[in-house]
């Protein structure tokens, strides 16, 4: 069984920064899809940065500029820097990892941008 361990979230004013991490454990699996998601209130999830094993990062049009995803799938971590975050940035995130087993999912982190 594969779980992900989310940490990082907050809250934090507008034009502040956090760094959300999410590591994998579990048996032995390989990953081939690493990203980060959010939900706003009373809506589903957004897709938000996704990096590839090569390191190719794509990101929503929103967060481009500001947001920055890594990942390792080595070590099977991924992490998302949040620079100049606004309260439109207010949200759960999850990470999100997939193996040939499936997809998993972290537990979810609260950003919260507010003064």
């Known amino acids: 069984q594969v779980q992900l361990v989310e940490s990082g979230g907050g809250l934090v004013q507008p034009g502040g920064s956090l760094r959300l991490s999410c590591a994998a454990s579990?048996?032995?699996?390989?990953?081939?899809?690493m990203g980060w998601y959010r939900r706003f209130p009373g809506k589903g999830r957004e897709l938000v940065a996704t990096?590839?094993?090569?390191?190719?990062?794509n990101y929503v049009e929103s967060v481009k500029g500001r947001f920055t995803i890594s990942g390792d799938y080595a070590k099977k971590t991924v992490s998302l820097q949040m620079n100049s975050l606004q309260p439109q940035d207010t949200a759960i995130y999850y990470c999100?990892?997939?193996?040939?087993?499936?997809?998993?999912w972290g537990q979810g982190s609260q950003v919260t941008v507010s003064s």
């Open positions: 579990g048996s032995a699996f390989r990953i081939y899809f």
């Open positions: 990096v590839t094993e090569g390191g190719r990062t």
């Open positions: 999100h990892m997939a193996t040939p087993s499936g997809g998993f």
